[in-house]
């Protein structure tokens, strides 16, 4: 079974602060992707990157930095949260793009007050 | 570009009635991926089908959808609601085998006896 943890499964920062979100996977998938939950918007692709050294930017990535140190491990950075990035992260990894399957982690819950 | 429309956020049913969620998408690739993805709550979300062949019916844990290029929809069907159908479903697409997975913006569903 394909396994992706995230870290921490929550947090409450504070606005201005730096935040930052841990995914490891043990599938020996070379996509790994960083995705943001909200009511009303579904999911919505912040960073991915398919091979470590290197990110690319997804469709919301403003506010939000990444690195991707080896396959293992992506992390989202937050360099100063604000109120607006309060949401759920998913991260997820897959073996390619087009049609294979995404393995996400549990999420993790942001609160930034 | 490409886009997925799932135009109910909110969809309750009583226990025992047919389930049908509907998924609209655009693309102006012939040969794109779609797929229903799952959430149940306090757990990772996870593939429930997906197809890329027009007009076969996939079908997978009592779930079905059909993938009809013509009208460019793939809605998710079930013929009888079970109270643990409860949960947020995603339909997206992938526009070719080398694209990143564009999802919808989620329709929650509320089994209720």
């Known amino acids: 079974e394909a396994a992706v943890t995230q870290s921490p499964r929550s947090k409450v920062a504070v606005t201005g602060g730096k935040v930052t979100l841990s995914c490891h996977q043990t599938?020996?998938?070379?996509?790994m992707y960083w995705y943001r939950q909200d009511t009303g918007h579904g999911l919505r692709l912040i960073h991915y990157?398919?091979?470590?050294?290197?990110?690319e930017k997804g469709d919301i990535p403003d506010g939000y930095k990444a690195s991707r140190p080896s396959q293992e491990n992506f992390s989202l950075i937050l360099e100063l949260a604000s109120l607006s990035q309060t949401a759920v992260y998913f991260c997820?990894?897959?073996?390619?793009?087009?049609?294979?399957?995404?393995?996400f982690g549990a999420g993790t819950r942001l609160s930034v007050l | 570009g490409d886009s997925v429309t799932q135009k109910e956020g909110l969809v309750t049913l009583t226990e025992g009635l047919p389930v049908m969620l509907n998924c609209t998408y655009q693309?102006?690739?012939?040969?794109?991926?779609l797929f229903w993805y799952v959430h149940y709550l306090n757990e990772s979300p996870r593939l429930l089908l997906k197809?890329?062949?027009?007009?076969k019916r996939t079908e997978h844990q009592g779930f079905h959808a059909t993938l009809h290029k013509s009208s460019s929809s793939f809605h998710l069907q079930k013929s009888s609601a079970q109270l643990s159908d409860s949960a947020l479903y995603y339909c997206?697409?992938?526009?070719?085998?080398?694209?990143?997975?564009?999802f919808g913006q989620g329709t929650s569903l509320s089994v209720v006896p």
């Open positions: 997820a990894s897959t073996g390619g793009m087009g049609q294979n399957t995404l393995y």
């Open positions: 990157s398919y091979v470590a050294d290197s990110t």
């Open positions: 599938n020996n998938h070379d996509y």
């Open positions: 197809s890329s062949t027009d007009n």
């Open positions: 693309t102006i690739y012939s040969n794109a991926f």
């Open positions: 997206a697409l992938a526009s070719s085998s080398f694209s990143k997975l564009v």
